[in-house]
Structures are given as structure tokens and as C-alpha cells.
């Protein structure tokens, strides 16, 4: 990001480690915070009790097997 100009070399500088965040497959716990921050964004605050069980059990048994951005 620092050679296409969209994060700054002195920033990057100050870290001491590397941000190192596991693979969604490796914490299913964090699928609804992401879902909640999704409609959250849209402007309409995800609510639980509108959320189907079996949706919901999908998403947590998916391997995720690619990056989600």
C-alpha cells in the first residue's frame, strides 16, 4: 500500500508488529458482528429476531475458503 501511495511510510514505520487477523474460517464467531456492520452501514441496524436460524447455521458451517473483503 506505501508504493501505490494509499497508506503513509512513516506510519508504517511505527508499527512494531505486523497485524496479523485470522481467516474468517478460523472465527465463524465473527459472521453476525460482520453481517451487523453490513446493515449497519446500508442505515438500517440489523435486527435478530429478523434473521432466519437456517441462514444464519449456513454461514457458520460455510469453509470460507477465500478472503472476505
Not at 435478530?48 to 477465500?66: G, K, Q, T, Y
Amino acid at each position: 500500500m506505501v508504493a501505490a501511495g494509499s497508506f503513509r511510510r512513516d506510519l508504517l514505520a511505527r508499527f512494531n508488529r505486523r497485524i496479523k487477523i485470522p481467516p474468517l474460517r478460523d472465527r465463524a464467531e465473527d459472521i453476525f458482528a460482520i453481517l451487523s456492520a453490513l446493515a449497519a452501514g446500508r442505515g438500517a441496524p440489523l435486527d435478530p429476531e429478523r434473521v432466519e436460524i437456517e441462514a444464519v447455521e449456513r454461514l457458520l458451517l460455510h469453509d470460507w475458503p477465500a478472503n472476505v473483503r
